[in-house]
């Protein structure tokens, strides 16, 4: 997988938000929001890790089992995938 170049992510109260930047702004509208896991994924992905790798960072760092924890970043995967921030 690899995120889109031209992304910034900053927080914004409890939430983190993704906002295309530079050339990346002419071709994506509009920001993605996270909550705190979202965040996790997120940064495991712009590492170059892959699913079940950020699915461990969620279960080293909180209290979930493998299942939910890929589940979750699935989530993201596909929230960022329909936004156009990640490619396979």
């Known amino acids: 997988m690899k995120m889109v170049d031209g992304m910034m992510i900053t927080q914004v109260g409890e939430d983190w938000v993704a906002v295309p930047t530079g050339e990346a702004s002419s071709k994506l509208h509009g920001i993605v929001r996270f909550n705190k896991t979202g965040k996790v994924v997120w940064d495991a992905l ?36 329909s936004a156009g921030l990640l490619s396979r």
């Open 46 to 81: 712009a590492e170059g890790l892959d699913e079940e790798a950020a699915a461990g960072r969620l279960t080293d760092r909180y209290d979930v089992d493998d299942e939910r924890a890929l589940a979750a970043v699935r989530g993201v995967v596909e929230k960022l995938e």
